[in-house]
């Protein structure tokens, strides 16, 4: 059973800087795609970033691109987004994601808060 643990969440001013990370167990990391998404209060969720399994390649929301920073290492099992130049819109609640890459199957933190104050 694949588990993921974000943490790094907070308070922090507009302009400020975050680092998420997120720990997967359970399951071998490498043959996982992963990414983060969020969840402002009263919207659907959507997506930030992603990055494939070797670390070749990410992709990332137009909202963010040039802010934020997706990375892995996969020898700590870990996956991060560095955040910078934070603005209030990125308020909220943030979701590690990793998808199997041979069976495409899901999994979801429990995410963790993002609060950017103006």
């Known amino acids: 059973q694949v588990q993921l643990v974000e943490s790094g969440g907070g308070l922090v001013q507009a302009g400020g800087s975050l680092r998420l990370s997120c720990v997967l167990s359970?399951?071998?990391?490498?043959?996982?795609?992963m990414g983060w998404y969020r969840q402002a209060p009263g919207k659907e969720r959507e997506f930030v970033a992603s990055i494939t399994w070797s670390g070749g390649s990410t992709h990332y929301a137009d909202s963010v691109k040039g802010r934020f920073t997706i990375s892995r290492d996969n020898a700590k099992n870990a996956v991060y987004l560095r955040m910078n130049s934070l603005k209030p819109e990125d308020t909220a609640i943030y979701y590690c994601n990793a998808e199997a890459t041979v069976t495409g199957y899901n999994y979801w933190g429990q995410g963790t808060q993002v609060t950017v104050s103006s």
């Open positions: 359970g399951r071998t990391f490498n043959v996982y795609d």
